[in-house]
């Protein structure tokens, strides 16, 4: 398989950026400075590290009018580091839930018949055991998902969402599968993801650096979620918004107020100019 070298140097820093809650407020609104920044900036190269799939990313960039008639140009960590993504959108390696997780993880969720259950494909959202809640915060995000009925058993699933406003289902998913090899991050408060066991951010951005010959660069990280924390071990400094939970803040070395001029702008000073 061809590699492929980071533009437009290896030296330049790397900058592994979150998207929801991050560079993205609600509604997918992006601060006018972050999207000139991620345009225009030759001084880093970004890596977008995110949950969500490709389809859901093309959409956000859509929004703010940016990357309309071409591909992604960053390599791309999603689905918490199921998937992983070149420049220009291309797929380098997927990691799924192996078939035999997968059948089981379908026979134990399929009874809690009052909890929903998002399951992700790589290009797909299903919905298990559609609640009013769930069905209202998938219209709230702009999502749609499949029915069950509707699902191809030959198609593999990277990530589960467990979507509710009662703790009490949260925590009950989590015990369901407390024996699964799965990796489990709380998110929101409303949610929590699994995805395969050695499956994170952090180790999806390592591998993905080391195939492009990028893992000699600084690497930088900046989010505000747990499944974010991955990211804070392999980065020299790691970096919050100042909206992030306090205990993700803890985690962190800098905090940064992304209200007065974004993000990306104190975030390249601080790495650039020196702390």
Known sequence: MRRVKLVPGMTKPIVALDLDGT??????????????ILV?????????ASGRQRFSIRKSMTANDLFI???IPFPMVLIN????????EELWQARPFSDQVQQDLLRV????????????SLDQL????????????????GVTALGMDELDPADPFFKIICWSDENSH?????????????????????????NPRGVNKGEGLVRLLDHMDGNKAEIYAVG?????????????????PATAPLEIQKQAQVIIDPAPRGLLQPLLEQILNGF
Not at 23 to 36: A, Q, W
Not at 110 to 118: G, K, L, Q
Not at 170 to 191: K, R
Not at 224 to 240: H, M
Request: zero cysteines; hydrophobic letters at 40%; proline letters at 10%.
């Open 40 to 48: 225009e900036s030759k001084d880093v190269n970004f890596v977008f």
């Open 69 to 71: 008639d071409t591909p």
């Open 170 to 194: 949260l925590s009950m998913a989590q015990d369901a599968l407390h024996d699964f090899p799965v990796e489990s991050y709380l998110s929101t408060g409303l949610s929590v993801e699994f």
């Open 224 to 240: 505000d979620g747990e499944n974010d924390l991955p990211l804070f071990p392999y980065a020299r400094t790691s970096f919050v």
């Open 109 to 120: 969720l399929d009874p809690f018949s009052d909890i929903p259950f998002v399951w992700q």
């Open 23 to 36: 560079l993205l407020s609600m509604g997918d609104l992006m601060h006018p400075k972050d999207k000139e």
């Open 126 to 141: 299903y919905l298990m055991h559609p609640t009013p809640f769930a069905v209202d915060l998938m219209k709230a995000i």
């Open 81 to 88: 580091g199921s998937a992983l993504y070149l420049p220009g």
